[in-house]
């Protein structure tokens, strides 16, 4: 059964096309670009060839100057934060960038904003930081839908398989401190999904690593894994592994069920019936 | 006259969480002449698991434990379909038992020693005292049939729901693995690359219709 909130079907793309306007912009006018990991082949890219492709932001409008209210970035916060270091390589340089504007009905939405980013990611490479929190962003603008519809309508609107966006989800069972530093790009996505995978009190012994600022990595956090689940398994119950005498009464008297069990519908008011029901009683007592 | 041995095998016929899928390979502990009823694979009282994720359990899919060197299967009965450990027990009764095993599973661990060991959400109630039940135990523990028991005990299972019930999630069955049955894809023929993987499991592999 699905709740009146299920229905509602939610507008996460511009009812139009939005406008889109040219520009280059200083990356101090950006946001959302800090904490941004490039990878070391997209620094090397842009530094010999500059950034190809302009990124994307929304037009945060003309009502407030732009030194307060920066453009946030829907897609391409880590070519931004390459343009940014390879800046400052260069004694400060004025670090600049293409950006397309979009702007129009809608794009004022936290929302739509997120489900664009979703939109282009969706035929590009991962990136699941910025895809957690816009996939996060539209589960709250849901409010009070179910997570379920919620992630249907994501999939069916910005081509995002469902399976990537409960996999992105699944990372926000890492407790506060692994959170924050998968956020901030100091753990890797496949450290941080086998760390959400991990009961609370395992994550905090992962998280006193990091604290003492070693790296964590992939093969520590399955090792850790394995050796509570060792132990979580040495502490079940023998009898759990092994077949186990029953007493015979309830050996008889599961039987009797069964075949009470067996008796069709169509023959439930019988005399067999009738007759198994009162060996049932009979065996319950004994 | 010919005489053949067709192997038991589970039934197909639909089930709590619908009917089984055509290619996909299941746990399976068919009922049969001279079996033994499913009470006497029940865990009374279950046992409570505290922390799923230390044992390796999401909330969906199944897990692969190790003790004493073999491998045992750890399945959370959903309650999606099942929302009692009643409805998962009577059905087993009637049907035998059949628990999908994922693909991507290394069959390689199952033996003839490994157990299915089966979890709910609902298979303990903490506050079990606070509802008192003439019922007998159908396990027969000694314990529970004293007077004046109270405890946890499975008879309190056919009487859910039970409000203000404060469920945990607990281990509640474990059965024998005696065969691994595989789905026939009459359409897709994809059956034949799950026996594959299927096969290398140190128990029977069987294919069924469905």
Same mark, same amino acid.
């Not at chain 1, 343009?83 to 979009?102: C, M």
């Given at each position: ?89 260069? =004694? *400060?340089?004025?670090?600049? @960038? $293409? +950006? ?9 939405? %936290? #929302? &739509? ?98 604290? =003492? *600022?070693?790296?964590?990595? @992939? $093969? +520590? ?9 060792? %132990? #979580? &398994? ?53 | ?210």
């Amino acid at each position: 059964m699905t709740s009146d909130s299920d229905n509602r079907q939610l507008e996460l793309l511009p009812p139009v096309a939005p406008s889109v306007r040219r520009a280059k912009l200083r990356v101090e006018e950006l946001s959302g670009w800090e904490h941004a990991q490039p990878s070391p082949r997209l620094l090397e890219l842009i530094r010999k060839l500059g950034p190809l492709e302009p990124i994307v932001v929304a037009d945060p409008g003309s009502q407030r100057s732009r030194r307060q209210q920066p453009y946030p970035i829907v897609e391409g916060r880590r070519r931004a934060k390459a343009v940014a270091l390879l800046a400052a390589e260069k =004694d *400060g340089a004025p670090a600049r @960038l $293409e +950006a397309l504007i979009v702007s129009g009905v809608g794009t004022e939405r %936290t #929302a &739509v904003l997120a489900a664009l980013a979703l939109a282009l990611h969706a035929s590009r490479d991962d990136s699941p930081a910025s895809e957690l929190a816009a996939i996060e962003a539209i589960i709250t603008t849901a409010g009070e839908t179910s997570q379920a519809t919620t992630i249907k309508q994501i999939a069916e609107q910005t081509g995002m398989p469902a399976q990537t966006i409960k996999r992105r989800l699944r990372l926000r069972n890492l407790v506060g401190e692994l959170r924050q530093a998968f956020d901030q790009g100091k753990l890797t996505p496949s450290v941080a999904e086998a760390a959400a995978r991990l009961s609370g009190e395992q994550q905090a012994v992962l998280a006193l690593t990091l604290e =003492d *600022g070693e790296r964590l990595t @992939l $093969e +520590a956090v399955r090792e850790l894994a394995r050796s509570q689940r060792t %132990t #979580a &398994v040495g502490q079940l119950p023998d009898s759990l592994f092994a077949e186990r005498q029953t007493p015979w009464q309830a050996t008889v008297l599961g039987h009797i069920k069964a075949a009470q069990d067996a008796i069709p519908d169509t023959q439930r008011e019988g005399a067999l019936a009738r007759a198994i029901a009162h060996v049932l009683a009979l065996a319950e007592t004994a | 006259m010919t005489q053949t041995s067709t192997p038991l095998v589970t039934s197909g016929a639909r089930r709590g969480c619908g009917y089984r899928q055509p290619g996909g390979a299941y746990f399976a502990v068919p009922l049969g002449p001279g079996g033994r009823p499913v009470e006497d694979f029940l865990i009374d009282p279950p046992v409570v698991i505290d922390e799923p994720a230390r044992l390796g359990l999401a909330s969906v899919g199944v897990a692969l434990i190790e003790r004493d060197n073999v491998h045992h299967v750890v399945d959370l009965v959903g309650r999606e379909h099942y929302p009692t450990v009643a409805s998962f027990v009577d059905e087993a009764r009637r049907l035998g038992v059949s628990r999908r095993a994922p693909r991507t599973i290394d069959f390689a661990k199952i033996t003839p020693s490994s157990r299915l060991l089966l979890a709910h959400a609902h298979a303990d109630i903490a506050n079990a005292i606070e509802f008192p039940c003439d019922d007998r135990c159908p396990c027969h523990v000694a314990e529970h049939l004293a007077a004046g028991f109270a405890d946890m005990c499975a008879r309190l299972w056919w009487h859910e729901p039970l409000d203000a019930a404060q469920h945990r999630l607990a281990l509640f069955a474990s059965f024998p693995i005696p065969q691994i049955e595989v789905v026939k894809d009459e359409a897709g023929g994809s059956h034949a690359t799950t026996v594959t993987m299927a096969s290398h499991a140190g128990v029977p592999v069987v294919e069924v219709e469905r």
